[in-house]
């Protein structure tokens, strides 16, 4: 898939394409729907399947400290759609001076002149332009001038529960990771390069693997029984997701113990799956008390896991 980053980057060659434009975070079922009308649209013209997403997302840029907890970042979301079949993906560096283009703008500069869009596809709450004053029917009298078309996907239900990233958050922030997978199609994942961390962990016989959680917040927090993808292969452990209190932790990262495995995984890129919340995170008296604690949350996870996966 090709990727092009910036708006600076559109060549030429760039014009004549079908787009759809989202947030696209998590990539679930929703977005896969959105996906899949594209893909059917890109081989009906026998033009390129192109995405539009934007970063930061806007939430990020009007308001740092309330933007929603991230599903997935950049990489991720790329990985994703790569999978999906998507032939482009387009990242737009949202800044307050693209913010405030008028939704004239966006689609006369952009959409018809840079990028020469035949088709555009769009989810039902798509609104665009400063103030948001765009939406799915400008687009159609839009089209109608400049000569695209536009179709709008419904959302999708999963038992009479809207599809959305803001649905999966809400799901991960009450510890309904079965229903969470359901809507995103998969286990709940983070992922990231293994970097050095205060190796603690080792003292006690757990050592970690530990991955810094670059996004403003995190939609989990706590320990949980999860499995490891690590150059295509499978493992099974325990993570705790948050700040580590005992230790006076600053930035929160996911520590993650993988069950009988003894390499060294630094710089190395590991996705971990969290399947089933075994408790929350809190501060304990002592490093002692963390480490019989963990050695318990390892158990109850190994068991679940021996079980269950």
């Known amino acids: 898939m090709e990727f092009i980053r910036g708006l600076h980057n559109i060549r030429e060659e760039h014009r004549g394409c079908v787009l759809t434009i989202g947030k696209f975070d998590g990539v679930h079922l929703g977005h896969e729907a959105v996906i899949g009308q594209l893909l059917a649209r890109s081989q009906e013209f026998q033009l390129p399947s192109v995405v539009m997403l934007f970063e930061p997302q806007p939430e990020e840029l009007f308001m740092p400290d309330k933007a ?4 997935s970042r950049l990489r991720d979301k790329y990985q994703r759609l790569q999978q999906l079949g998507v032939e482009r993906l387009l990242c737009i560096n949202f800044t ?4 405030a283009q008028s939704a004239e703008y966006f689609v006369e500069h952009l959409l018809v002149k840079k990028l020469g869009v035949a088709f555009l596809v769009v989810g039902d709450d798509f609104r665009f332009g400063k103030g948001r004053t765009g939406d799915f029917d400008y687009l159609v009298q839009a089209g109608k001038t400049f000569g ?11 038992n009479q529960a809207r599809v959305s990233s803001s649905a999966i958050r809400q799901l991960l922030s009450e510890d309904k990771l079965d229903e969470a997978k359901a809507m995103l199609g998969r286990p709940f994942c983070i992922s990231g390069k293994v970097v050095h961390g205060a190796k603690k962990g080792r003292t006690i016989g757990f050592p970690t693997a530990n991955l810094l959680l670059k996004r403003h917040r995190s939609p989990v927090q706590g320990v949980y029984a999860v499995s490891v993808r690590i150059k295509g292969e ?3 452990g325990v993570a705790n997701v948050g700040n580590r209190p005992t230790v006076n932790g ?16 630094y710089g190395q890129f590991i996705e971990v799956d969290l399947h089933h919340k075994i408790r929350q995170e809190r501060k304990f008296a002592s490093f002692d008390d963390l480490k019989i604690q963990i050695q318990a949350d390892a158990i109850q996870a190994r068991e679940w896991l021996e079980k269950q996966c």
């Open 68 to 71: 929603p907890a991230r599903l």
């Open 96 to 99: 307050p001076m693209f913010a």
């Open 148 to 158: 695209f078309d536009v179709i709008n996907t419904a959302s999708l239900c999963l």
């Open 234 to 236: 499978r493992f099974m």
């Open 250 to 265: 600053e930035k929160p990262q996911l520590e993650v113990h993988i069950f009988d495995y003894k390499e060294q995984l």
